[in-house]
């Protein structure tokens, strides 16, 4: 589970660890390869017309695909939180080596964005 992994990954660094693409690239391509195969298991019929000795797997699936789910979003926003922690940390300005070695170029475009929308709310 790649997704755990991640995670763990967060718990265990300081500050934040560095971006991991791959590791985001495999959990969403296990969870559409979880909702592949719930299509194929389905074969168009709904969740209601299933026999009951096939309710179960489709239960299962359903789960690991929420499973993956969740876990991308709790990666994103624990990175997403210290990304505006550090602009009240460190000012407006990115220090280099975070700019670089650790964060995404969208984190990067969303610290920025997040330095403006701070600027403009202080103007109001």
């Not at 500050?15 to 168009?44: K, M, S, T």
């Not at 017309?49 to 979003?73: A, G, M, V």
């Not at 922690?85 to 407006?92: A, I, M, Q």
């Not at 300005?93 to 202080?122: C, G, M, Q, W």
Request: hydrophobic share 30%; with cysteine.
């Amino acid at each position: 589970m790649k997704g755990r992994e991640l995670l763990l990954d967060l718990q265990r660094s300081d500050w934040l660890p560095a971006y991991d693409e791959d590791g985001v690239r495999q959990v969403l391509g296990e969870a559409n390869e979880i909702v592949n195969q719930l299509n194929q298991h389905l074969h168009g019929r709904s969740s209601k017309t299933l026999p009951n000795e096939e309710k179960p797997y489709t239960i299962y699936l359903q789960t690991c695909f929420n499973r993956d789910i969740r876990y991308s979003h709790a990666y994103f926003h624990h990175r997403i939180e210290k990304i505006r922690g550090l602009r009240w940390e460190s000012g407006p300005v990115l220090p280099d080596h975070l700019h670089k070695d650790t964060l995404s170029t969208a984190e990067n475009d969303y610290f920025n964005e997040y330095v403006s929308f701070v600027s403009i709310s202080r103007l109001y």
